[in-house]
């Protein structure tokens, strides 16, 4: 059984990221980052406080029949721009993410939705249904739980920017550890002690960035100031067809800076 994670929880936000050996998850505890690696979704939600906020890197809410594409994602991709909009794939609908392949998946998404499946959603498709079913057995984590997609995060913090270069890129990487250092200080040093305790099968570097954005969507801090509101995108959640919310969190102010 996991031990909980003692850390401030007063407001806390726990960046959380998928990766090879489940998943990594991120929060500041007073003048330190901690960070945990989980092997389940729900060996997370119990390890860390239940005042915390989860702010994940996955789809939550999917497409149907009645509601194909998620404005989320579409508006998601409008605000990146050409450059980065294809960091935003559509997730597959409730079905097809349970397939048993592939092929089956797509035959399934195209069906029911219009479209076929890359390869890329195909991919989490595990780590989707995970968070997927925790949520539909227990509702109220919807509070708790929320959806971010960490370009989309990046584009934020850089006042309405997107990063000009692929994230798995020498220069991509610079640009965003450059970004969330301006943020957060601490975040090379935790990059660093993450990297050095597991092994890159487990976690890599891009893995730790994305968590470290997602963690930022309610702590950024520069320059003396905290940003701890948050809004979505859209403005107003659509809910898909079992009442789960398919929205993106981002810090507040961060569309009126965009548009100054």
């Known amino acids: 059984m996991t031990s909980a994670i003692r850390v401030q929880s007063e407001s806390l936000a726990v960046g959380v990221d998928g990766c090879r050996a489940g998943w990594v998850a991120v929060a500041r505890s007073q003048d330190r980052l901690v960070y945990r690696l989980h092997a389940t979704f729900a060996e997370l939600l119990q390890a860390w406080p239940s005042t915390a906020t989860i702010f994940v890197d996955i789809p939550i809410g999917l497409p149907s029949r009645a509601c194909p594409s998620r404005?989320?994602?579409?508006?998601?991709?409008?605000?990146?721009?050409?450059?980065?909009?294809?960091?935003?794939?559509?997730?597959?609908?409730?079905?097809?993410?349970?397939?048993?392949?592939?092929?089956l998946a797509r035959?399934?998404?195209?069906?029911?939705?219009?479209?076929?499946?890359?390869?890329?959603?195909?991919?989490?498709?595990?780590?989707?249904?995970?968070?997927?079913?925790?949520?539909?057995?227990?509702?109220?984590?919807?509070?708790?739980?929320?959806?971010?997609?960490?370009?989309?995060?990046?584009?934020?913090?850089?006042?309405?920017?997107?990063?000009?270069?692929?994230?798995?890129?020498?220069?991509?990487?610079?640009?965003?550890?450059?970004?969330?250092?301006?943020?957060?200080?601490?975040?090379?040093?935790?990059?660093?002690?993450?990297?050095?305790?597991?092994?890159?099968?487990?976690?890599?570097?891009?893995?730790?960035?994305?968590?470290?954005?997602?963690?930022?969507?309610?702590?950024?801090s520069h320059e003396g100031s905290e940003c701890l509101a948050t809004t979505t995108v859209p403005k107003v959640p659509e809910v898909d067809d079992v009442g789960l919310p398919m929205c993106m969190w981002i810090p507040a102010g961060s569309l009126m800076a965009a548009h100054a």
């Not at 989320?72 to 392949?101: I, K, Y």
């Open 71 to 103: 404005t989320c994602d579409t508006e998601a991709r409008r605000l990146l721009g050409p450059g980065r909009a294809s960091s935003v794939f559509s997730p597959p609908c409730r079905e097809a993410a349970r397939a048993a392949s592939i092929e």
């Open 107 to 220: 035959e399934i998404n195209l069906r029911e939705l219009g479209r076929s499946l890359s390869a890329q959603a195909w991919g989490i498709c595990p780590k989707i249904v995970e968070v997927d079913e925790l949520l539909r057995d227990e509702p109220a984590l919807v509070h708790r739980v929320k959806e971010v997609h960490p370009e989309l995060l990046f584009w934020a913090l850089n006042a309405g920017r997107a990063m000009r270069h692929a994230k798995k890129s020498r220069y991509g990487a610079q640009e965003r550890a450059t970004l969330l250092e301006r943020f957060e200080p601490r975040a090379p040093e935790l990059g660093e002690r993450v990297l050095r305790g597991h092994r890159r099968a487990h976690v890599g570097r891009d893995d730790v960035v994305d968590a470290l954005a997602a963690m930022l969507t309610t702590g950024a």
